[in-house]
């Protein structure tokens, strides 16, 4: 595989033997580190300041589909992720970061302007964009960076979700509370717009190329088979079972064509691999629980107390920055930083476990512990212990994916792996949400439409259930469990 790795490589400079790279100082380093994370910001970003924003948006377009807005970009990301991981290795990480920075851009200024959900809605795919932007973060750490930094350059990449936790609930609630929702999509263009004159005038490219065409046509069977069976969710009788086998029909001329393409989107040849395979299973389950946790949590807190919501607390955006968005932010600093730093020390298996550990642990907090106590500092203890969950799962699978995979086959992989969070974020936000609406209570306050606890609970145990996969698929595995390497066994350096 090392050879097939130089082979592909042919006529560039690999990272290790570039001797631009190679006299890069540690400040060049840092600096590097700290572009994408401010880049990868814009990620958590889109998905953090909807949260908050539910109510009003729901109002504004006078609409109960609210959670398209946030599956929407998970079902964008599931197609556009593999196809820009593919075109990075075929022209460069950085000039598609720049290009998909600027579609971000297109869709931020039409969400901001929207006059219709629709339209709305059709802002949103456009920021899907960005989504890529961890896929390439992660490649340019392991193609710049020299490999005993890498674990915790990714580790420390990991723990951007958590800053932008912090930032964007305490930012986002004050610009919601006091501006309106569309208020976030305007500072979002103009970070973005400052962000990418940074990144044009100081982020090296990589210098790994791999020559190979895109499957747009496995793309589009892709796309419509997941948009199909999305939108099966919210059907009843004979309408879902129609959808699903117009889904499933669509799924398997995708599968089907990945074997007859030059170029599939999914490498057959990475994917028969146990290490690599295993770790999307995880990274599936793992992001069910997780998007759901993150998307349903903040609605609890926000639900107005009353009759039938004695369980709410009625929180507005800034309030719930406190109780949640802070410690959130906080665990997935600390555990991303520190899962980097576990990875290089015992492996990456001890870091998913972790991970998946702590997210069955918050479920199962939520469902049980929540009902029972008004203790604000149980639910910033939730909170805290989702976040290090979702630390420890980000720093723990890109070590493992950077230790598995060659680096002529890390934009496709890591693309792979992308794709597998994408549908399982879409799968959590609409499933969960189709699974919370047979539990309705009627329309709280401020026209918000409430649920039962019985429903919460539900949902909170099926994201346990799927967290229990994620731990149970660690405990099992027999590799990882020696420091990672930083792609030095891989042949990434």
């Known amino acids: 595989m090392r050879e097939d790795s130089q082979q592909a490589l042919a006529g560039t400079d690999s990272p290790a ?9 540690k400040l060049s380093y840092f600096s590097i580190v700290g572009l994408l994370i401010l880049a990868t910001e814009v990620v958590g970003f889109e998905f953090t300041f909807i949260y908050p924003a539910v109510g009003q948006i729901a ?39 720049v290009r998909c920075a600027v579609c971000f851009l297109a869709g931020t200024l039409v969400c901001a302007l929207a006059p219709s959900f629709l339209v709305f809605m059709t802002g949103r795919a456009l920021q899907a964009s960005a989504l890529p932007f961890f896929v390439l973060g992660y490649g340019l750490i392991r193609d710049l960076l020299p490999a005993r930094l890498v674990p915790l350059g990714l580790g420390c990449l990991a723990t951007s979700t958590g800053i932008s936790a912090i930032l964007s609930t305490f930012l986002g609630g004050w610009l919601i509370d006091s501006y309106g929702f569309r208020a976030t999509f305007w500072f979002l263009f ?3 717009g400052v962000l990418l004159l940074a990144v044009i ?47 499933a029909s669509l799924l398997t ?71 949640h968005g802070l410690p959130m932010g906080l665990g997935t600093m600390l555990c991303g930083t520190l899962g980097g730093w576990l990875a290089r020390r015992s492996g990456p298996r001890v870091v998913l476990i972790l991970g998946a550990l702590l997210l069955v642990a918050a479920c199962v907090m939520v469902a049980f512990v929540a009902p029972e106590t008004d203790n604000t500092w149980i639910f910033r203890l939730m909170s805290f212990t989702d976040g290090a969950a979702a630390g420890f799962f980000q720093a723990g699978t890109q070590n493992f994916i950077v230790d598995t995979v060659p680096a002529d086959r890390q934009g496709i992989s890591g693309s792979m792996n992308f794709m597998v ?27 918000r439409f409430a649920f039962t606890w019985e429903g919460y609970r539900t ?27 930083g792609g030095a066994v891989s042949g990434a350096h």
């Not at 377009?61 to 290795?89: E, R």
């Not at 998007?291 to 926000?302: C, E, S, V």
């Not at 099926?462 to 405990?475: D, F, M, N, P, R």
């Open 17 to 25: 033997t570039s001797a631009g790279e190679r006299e890069r100082s």
């Open 59 to 97: 109002a504004e377009f006078q609409t109960q589909q609210v959670a398209w807005a946030l599956t929407i970009l998970y079902l964008g990301g599931a197609v556009v992720v593999p196809v820009v991981g593919k075109l990075a290795d075929i022209h460069g990480k950085k000039k598609m970061l």
């Open 190 to 192: 103009g970070y973005m």
């Open 201 to 247: 005038a100081f982020l090296p490219e990589s210098s790994v190329r791999i020559r190979q065409r895109i499957d747009y046509r496995g793309a589009l069977l892709l796309a419509l088979g997941c948009a199909v069976l999305l939108i099966a969710l919210g059907m009843k009788g004979v309408a879902i079972v129609a959808a699903l086998l117009v889904s």
């Open 253 to 323: 001329a995708f599968c089907l064509s990945q074997r007859k393409a030059a170029s599939p989107l999914i490498d057959a040849s990475i994917l028969g691999r146990p290490a690599f395979y295993l770790t999307l299973a995880t990274t599936g389950s793992l992001t069910v629980a997780w998007a759901g946790y993150g998307f349903l949590f903040p609605q609890l807190l926000m639900t107005p107390h009353g009759p039938g919501t004695e369980y709410g607390f009625g929180l507005n955006a800034v309030e719930l920055a406190l109780w």
């Open 421 to 447: 969070q994408s549908l399982g974020g879409s799968l959590a936000t609409a499933g969960l949400t189709a699974l919370l609406l047979h539990y309705p209570l009627g329309t709280g306050g401020a026209g």
């Open 459 to 485: 949902v909170f145990l099926v994201a346990a259930a799927c967290a229990l996969v994620a731990l149970a698929i660690g405990l099992a595995r027999r590799d990882g469990r020696t420091p990672a390497s």
